[in-house]
């Protein structure tokens, strides 16, 4: 057995063992730890998060659609020229088997999506629909569309500058095209926003990409089969995540390969069993999300309120413009960084408009919202800050509900995909975070090693512990990626139209050619 196996599996056990004390002693202090972050981060969550003058729009959901709508337009509408052509590349028919890289098209768009599909598209839907009531789900499809754009310039980036070293591994993601690129085009700053970036990425890692995730995905648990401490769940989660992550992207690949679609596939056809059942309602729930985006159908903050909950659920669920995404689809096996750009953008179509709106269909179908008989507008809460619900659910016990109205025992086949969802997500972020951590401290086994025990721990702290500041911090951090990452787009997105034209051309002449496998 190699040192670095013996020093892996000893780290790993050492860290197990002290696991329950540590989760005791993380539950002991969880008060004081979130009275010390509420008055260190506060701040720093409420920039982030703060609403434009007047409004209760937040000025960084505004940041990333104004973006996702100028590349849209600067490329062309690339998301639907392009199309065809994504899944033609995730199918493989353009895949050269010697090409520099870690894992196939589809592979890399597994694991980037594992990283997105996740709870916000069940509880967060929910709260969507709750506040900003049905016509939120088309403003959600709008700006997941516009997303599409987003996720292709900063995939494309990924590729085009990132790290191959002798032993076949890469490093990328916009840290290395925020530094690269801002050097190659003469520009000052590159180093230190990769930097910034970075930190911000192994924030949201530890916070919202794992505790989080832990948290909610034992509060499932417990709520089905009953209460028990939240460390246990924490180090089963740890054990199994580690055994994934110690093998590194092409170990995390193999595995959401698997998931990804298998998750997928059970949340959806679950969603499809349920209209399907109910299928003579759905053209009039089409026709309350189409009125509702427009009118409002008299929800809290009306027209607005729709649009602004929609916006946020799309850019807080797909992630375009975070970055993120980037990091995993720089593993890919391409010597065309378009390539990869184009399969990025059916991330967005995936994660929001196929299964959040699926989500939204079914809390509108199943009539967990009620409506005044009398005017056919929603009913408002008593607190008159969202729609009243049949039992007052909200977040993910309304989407279960929704599930449960027509079949009793699908909030099992629910608790089942919100593990999974949980699962997937965990994974996906251990390489964000790991990947910001060595461009930081070096590309080394240790250096490695060191971060996916570090997040381990804090995955059994996240399920045995309720810190919510820590939390609201982390998903600060997230956005505040998507802050830095833009920023530098804006001024690299001219090298990706170069790529474009010239990868364009080369396909409609036949220069690129499928191949056979």
């Known amino acids: 057995m190699k040192i670095t196996s013996k020093i892996s599996l000893a780290s790993i056990a050492l860290t197990i063992a002290a696991s329950p004390l540590m989760a005791q002693e993380a539950m002991g202090i969880d ?19 703060a609403p434009f003058p007047g409004t209760s729009f937040p000025w960084i ?57 996740g709870l916000g598209n069940i509880a ?4 969507a629909v709750g506040i900003g009531g049905p016509g939120a789900t088309f403003w959600m499809i709008l700006a997941g569309l516009l997303g599409m754009a987003s996720k292709f310039t900063e995939c494309t980036l990924g590729v085009k500058y990132r790290n191959e070293y002798p032993d076949g591994t890469v490093s990328g993601g916009p840290m290395y095209y925020i530094s690269k690129g801002f050097k190659e085009l003469g520009l000052p700053g590159g180093k230190f926003l990769a930097v910034l970036f970075s930190v911000f990425c192994i924030l949201g890692a530890l916070g919202g990409g794992n505790m989080f995730q832990a948290n ?27 055994s994934v992550i110690v093998g590194g992207i092409k170990s995390i690949a193999n595995v959401t390969e698997k998931v990804v679609p298998f998750m997928g596939i059970l949340y959806v056809g679950a969603a499809l069993i349920i209209l399907l059942v109910n299928y003579d309602k759905i053209g009039w729930a089409f026709g309350q999300i189409f009125d509702g985006a427009f009118t409002g159908l008299g929800v809290a903050g009306g027209f607005v309120g729709a649009l602004i909950q929609g916006f946020k659920r799309a850019a807080f669920s797909n992630e375009a413009g975070v ?51 009398a005017t056919g507008n929603y009913l408002l809460n008593e607190a008159g800050s969202a729609i009243a619900t049949v039992d007052g659910n909200t977040g993910v016990a309304l989407t279960s509900a929704a599930f449960g109205s027509s079949i009793s025992w699908f909030p099992y086949v629910l608790a089942i995909a919100v593990v999974l969802f949980a699962f997937s997500t965990m994974i996906s972020w251990s390489y964000y975070g790991l990947k910001s951590w060595t ?5 080394s ?12 721990v804090f995955i059994v702290i996240g399920a045995a512990a309720s810190l919510g500041p820590v939390i609201d911090f982390s998903d600060a951090a997230i956005f505040a990626m998507a802050v830095v990452n833009i920023f530098c787009l804006y001024f690299l997105m001219k090298l990706v139209r170069t790529e474009l034209a010239s990868y364009s051309s080369r396909l409609k002449s036949g220069e690129i050619k499928k191949f056979t496998h």
């Not at 008060?31 to 998060?49: H, R, W, Y």
């Not at 967060?124 to 709260?127: E, F, K, N, T």
């Not at 593993?331 to 953008?345: D, Q």
Request: proline letters at 3%.
């Open 61 to 117: 959901v505004m940041w990333l659609v104004i973006a996702a709508s100028i590349f849209t337009v600067y490329f062309g509408f690339v998301q639907f020229r392009f199309l065809r052509h994504s899944i033609e590349l995730v199918k493989g028919d353009y895949s050269d088997p010697n090409d520099a890289g870690e894992v196939s098209h589809f592979q890399a768009l597994a694991t980037a999506l594992s990283g997105t599909v």
């Open 216 to 242: 909610q995905a034992h509060a499932q648990i417990s709520g089905i089969v009953g209460e028990y401490p939240g460390w246990i769940t924490g180090i089963i989660f740890a054990v199994v995540v580690f």
């Open 323 to 373: 970055g993120s995404a980037a990091i995993a689809h720089s593993a890919v096996k391409t010597k065309e960084p378009i390539t990869e750009g184009f399969v990025s953008l059916l991330e967005p179509l995936i994660d929001t408009v196929v299964i959040c709106t699926m989500t939204a269909l079914v809390i509108v179908i199943s009539q967990q919202l009620i409506v005044d008989p």
């Open 439 to 443: 461009y930081l401290f070096g590309e």
């Open 445 to 456: 086994k240790a250096s490695e090693l060191t971060f996916k025990v570090i997040f381990c």
């Open 124 to 127: 967060g839907v929910a709260v």
């Open 31 to 49: 008060e004081k730890v979130n009275q010390i972050f509420a008055k260190i981060t506060g701040p720093f969550v409420s920039l982030i998060f």
